[in-house]
Every structure is written in structure tokens, then in C-alpha cells.
């Protein structure tokens, strides 16, 4: 289903209340491009690292995490990045603070599937795909993220889709990226400053596998036991405790065949 494609974007709201924390920020919206990830990743190898929100109402080559593709419809998903220079190179578990930033943001119903995979009823609702470039010393971060707000048709689906329009029926896209704009930024900041060890606690509040039977996609099966001072997902095996790394591996609850 197609809805309000004609969005008014609140680029000038999120402007404001984010520039006084990032100088030189600025905020694009964009028709159609074939991934906000990619024209920032392009843009921070020709050196252009200055901080930018980028939106696109449509993407036709949207690109998720472990090379999957993500498709979305225009009025019926959100889908922005955020690309910002970054002092630390130690990035351990910031795409799991953008999880949590989000659900955070959007609904106290909304639970995460390690690494950063927003779960509604064991549905997933939305998507995170943080990359980096390195250039020279500096390091430059593109946080992409994807909300489904309307049910839409979506290619090669590998998880029953949710909606945050089930759960906020006046939701759309331009209110939802006003209300993840500026707690991106300051999550993504106090990171920088604390790491991941201060937003522990409030990922295990939100954590949708602990405690739950847990099978990877190399085959290890266990009891999710949290996760660790980096981020890595902790796993109780019958063999001992064991940690996972987001770049590995995929998981899912036991019995459910796709991750
Ligand atoms: C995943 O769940 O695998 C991550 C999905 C990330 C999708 C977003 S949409 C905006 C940004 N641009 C992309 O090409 N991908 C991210």
C-alpha cells in the first residue's frame, strides 16, 4: 500500500536543535537515490566528511547488514543516514547503540534482536546498517536506518515485516525522523565519550534474546546471556560461555528458520 508520498520533511526542526552539537551539520532530503549508505560512503572517500543527514523518500539499491538488500517504498519507509566524523576508532557496539536509540525513541514496545535489529512481537520493524571510512586519521561514520511505517511489499523479506503505524496509527515517515534525529546524535555522542559499557543496562532492558533459547548461523545453539562491555553477543552453551561478534554471524530464536 502506498501512502501520503508527499511527506513534509521537518528538515529545518532537526537543523536547529542538532547544529548547536554538530558545526557544519546540515540536512539533505533526496527523491530517489540508490542508497543513502552509499552516497555518504562515496562522499567520505572524496573526502566530503562534514556531518549530514541524508533522507531519501525512495532508494533503489538500499543495502543491509551481512550484504543483504533492503527494499522500501516511498511514504511507506523511512530511510535516512546519518554521516558524521568520529574521533574514536574503537566503535565496538555503536550499532547497538543506534538499536537502542531507536527503540528508545519510538515506542517502549519495542524490543532488539542483537545486534540492532528493532523487533516488534518477534517482527521486525526496522533496520541498521552503520558503516566507516577511513581517511587520512579520520574516521567517518554512515549510520543508515530504515523504519517500515506503513506494510508495504517488500523483495526477498527474510523476517515477517512489522509496522510502527500498528503501533502509532498516525505515524509517518517525516514525524518518525524528527523524533530519531536529535537522540541519534546524542547517543552517538555520549558513545564517543563513554562507550558502550554506559548503555548496557538499558540494552538489557530492551534485549528481546536474553534468556531465551538462541541458534546462530554457524550452527551454535544456547541461552542468550546479554551482551558484554563490546557490544559481542554472550551465548550459555552447554560448553561454556561463549561471545559472538556482530561481523560473523546472524542469529534467530530456536525453531524460527529465518534470522
Ligand atoms: C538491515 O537490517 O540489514 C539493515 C538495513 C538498513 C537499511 C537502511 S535504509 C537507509 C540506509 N541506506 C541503506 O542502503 N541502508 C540503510
Known amino acids: 500500500m502506498k501512502h501520503q508520498v508527499k511527506q513534509h520533511w521537518p528538515a529545518e526542526s532537526i537543523w536547529e536543535t542538532v547544529v548547536p552539537l554538530l558545526p557544519g551539520f546540515s540536512v539533505e532530503v533526496v527523491p530517489e537515490i540508490d542508497s543513502t549508505n552509499s552516497e555518504l560512503m562515496r562522499r567520505a572517500r572524496a573526502a566530503r566528511l562534514d556531518p549530514v543527514l541524508l533522507v531519501a523518500e525512495q532508494q533503489s539499491a538500499g543495502r543491509g547488514r551481512l550484504g543483504r538488500s533492503w527494499s ?9 543516514s546519518l554521516g558524521l566524523p568520529m574521533q574514536s576508532r574503537n566503535l565496538s557496539g555503536l550499532s547497538l547503540v543506534v538499536g537502542l536509540c531507536v527503540v528508545q525513541s519510538l515506542h517502549p514496545a519495542l524490543l532488539l534482536k542483537w545486534p540492532n ?3 516488534y512481537e518477534g517482527r ?9 571510512a577511513s581517511v587520512g586519521e579520520a574516521c567517518y561514520v554512515v549510520i543508515g536506518i530504515g523504519v517500515n511505517i506503513h506494510v508495504h ?3 526477498g523479506l527474510r523476517t515477517p515485516m512489522a509496522v510502527l503505524s500498528e503501533l502509532l496509527p498516525e505515524a509517518d515517515a517525516a514525524t518518525t525522523l524528527l523524533k530519531l534525529a536529535l537522540p541519534l546524535v546524542q547517543a ?3 558513545f564517543e565519550r563513554e562507550g558502550f559499557a554506559a548503555f548496557m543496562d ?3 532492558r530492551r534485549d528481546a534474546l536474553l534468556g531465551q533459547q ?3 548461523s554457524d550452527g551454535l545453539v544456547g541461552i542468550g546471556g546479554g551482551v558484554s562491555n563490546l557490544g559481542e553477543l554472550l551465548v550459555q552453551t ?3 560461555l561463549v561471545k559472538i561478534n556482530s561481523a560473523e554471524v546472524s542469529v534467530r530464536p530456536f525453531g524460527q528458520t529465518t534470522p
Open 72 to 80: 522500501s517504498v516511498a511514504g511507506d519507509t523511512l530511510t535516512f
Open 117 to 119: 535489529d528493532v523487533w
Open 124 to 132: 521486525k520493524l526496522a533496520g541498521i546498517l552503520v558503516e566507516t
Open 153 to 155: 511489499q517488500s523483495d
Open 188 to 190: 552517538v555522542q555520549r
Open 202 to 204: 538499558a540494552y538489557s
Open 214 to 216: 538462541i541458534q546462530c
Open 238 to 240: 552447554d560448553s561454556g
